[in-house]
């Protein structure tokens, strides 16, 4: 066998050292010219194919489903039900591996996770991924570096100055420790002194008043580069006794002191970084404050995303973290009287609290029955969104944001609008409706949305009752991205030189999300994520554990795609989108993509029959 097997490609990757050597043992090379069927309807497969050169296409019913090139296996399928269901042709010429039958089903009895890799459904080949990403976790927030980690700002005071009137300004703002710069040693060094220094002050016979504040100060400075690793920050405040660092950026013309690194703060980091963040939110006195806490949540995705934390438990912190930073943005620049009389919400992935990455903003106002707002609301409300779009949340391309004059009401208003789209339906408005169903409080009176939400939801519920075109329609905007036959062969083109890029939002994450979206409407479920709704709808018959298990995969598969592009655009120096390229992905996520996408296709198929959509 040829020495350039690829052991890194899924699912030979979870393979053990004698595994491997059982794989050196067994496999030949095969050569199939252009048109070959490779493997036919109905036959028996002997062997597991390995493309090495070339694409090979299955074609299901004459439409091309799948297309396989280098480090792509197949039919682990049809191997071990014993026949193949579709039709394997090269498209061009292609070289491949062949792995003998007996082999792989060796691999599969030694090896649970190669045989869910290689042909479970969906779910089990996600199960099988998880265990061993935890398995193999390379990264976590230890090989973080210290600029990503909370600094304290820095406060300098001269080493001339008494302990009493250092303490003061301490106490004043709120500071655990200053530096000190003296003045008069050559060249002039930098101390640190912190409140575990007042217990010598105390013990100090010299009245606190008259004794300098250099004789309790740390000389020199424990310093810290920006760009080390947070775990040998934690290193070296173990080994010099130290409970701070001061971080020094070393690389400029002359040093720059950047803040100080708390022990504290530190393990907070590693342990829950979060909570320096809200802690950041909570505290901010002004707009700088809070742009420089929207930063952090962006790292903190990072850094979560790549230690291995799964994607739905990110999503939930990140809307958690938004609804921190919207309510104190809201909290500056509202008055009180606005704020107490009102409810600041979100809306769309924001709403279901699917949104990782910055993304546009949707967002909406409304206000209690009664109340007159200020008369310079509008301009209230342009300073948020521009806060907002100064944080990196966009502006909503369609004016969904509360500096739009048709997204804040009062109670009443937000019905009416609401009721009149029923009314008269297109377009526009069923997309707007579908957008404040996914709305979510964030500040204010939250009871004023619930109010708002109630009363729609019962003018839904008697405009759609024996009116089943209502929700045919509502759930026909599915479609709105349709693709044509033969799309997973179009994201594979055979012209290397211009590669496709696949909108997942488009492709994947828009049909499921909408289409869990119609049918909780016609079910009268207020749930607003798309998993909660999933569970409601299996909990009342509904929608099958199987499809609603597989849709819940789907999900958090196309987040997880979409935040791992997303995350090398923004590094890139481009704004992240909702693109990705399939030709690069590894294989196994290309074989997860395309599973993910039947499920999409087979849930399609369920709301057609549904709502009757065959008829429109």
Known sequence: MPSAFNFNASP????????????????????????????????????????????????????????????????????????????????????????????????????ATFGALLFSDLSNKLNALSKRH???????????????????????????????????????QNLDAVLVEDHASTPVRMGLFSNSGLQGAILSETPLDQLPIRELASFPLITVSPKAHVFDALTAMIRHKVRRLVVVDGESTEPRILGLLEQLDLLSF?????????????????????????????????????????????????QELNARLFERTWQLIAPAELQANSCLFVMGSEGRGEQLLKTDQDNGLVWRNGYQPPEDLAEICARFSNALMDFGYPECPGQIMINNPLWRHDEDGFVHMIKAWLMMPDADTLISLAVFMDSHP?????????????????????????????????????????????????????????????????AGLFPLVHGVRSMALASQIEAVGTVDRIDALIAAGKLSAVMGNELKDCLHLFMSLKLSAGLHELEAGREASSHIYPDRLSPLDRDLLKDALGVIKQFKSVLRHQFHLEAM
């Open 134 to 172: 935890n398995e193999h976790e390379l990264q976590s927030l230890t090989m973080a570096e210290v600029h990503q980690a909370f600094m304290r700002p820095v406060h300098v005071v001269d080493a001339g100055s008494d302990v009493v009137t250092v303490v003061r300004q301490m106490a004043k």
């Open 442 to 506: 964030v500040a204010g009176d939250t009871s004023l949305l619930g109010n708002v939400r109630q009363a729609i939801q019962n003018a839904i519920a008697s405009q759609a009752a024996g009116n089943d075109a209502v929700l045919a329609r509502f759930a026909s905007a599915m479609d709105a991205f349709n693709t044509s036959r033969g799309w997973w062969n179009r994201l594979l083109h055979l012209n290397h030189q211009d590669p496709k890029r696949l909108n997942l939002k488009k």
């Open 270 to 318: 590693l342990s829950n970084h979060s909570h320096l963040i809200s802690l950041q939110i909570a505290e901010a006195q002004d707009l700088s404050s809070l742009k420089k806490a929207a930063e952090q949540i962006t790292r903190l995705i990072t850094l979560l995303h790549r230690g291995g934390t799964r994607v739905a438990q990110i999503a939930r912190l990140v």
């Open 12 to 111: 030979f990757d979870c393979l053990n050292v004698s595994e491997r050597q059982l794989v050196r043992d067994s496999i030949d090379v095969a050569y199939f010219p252009q048109g070959t069927a490779i493997l036919d309807t109905d036959t028996q497969p002997t062997h597991l194919f390995i493309v090495i050169k070339g694409y090979v296409q299955q074609i299901e019913d004459d439409e091309v489903v799948a297309t396989f090139g280098p480090d792509d296996s197949f039919d682990g399928r049809g191997l071990v039900t014993g026949k193949v269901a579709d039709r394997f042709v090269a498209a061009e010429e292609v070289v491949a591996y062949q792995l003998a039958k007996d082999t792989v089903t060796n691999l599969i009895h030694t090896n």
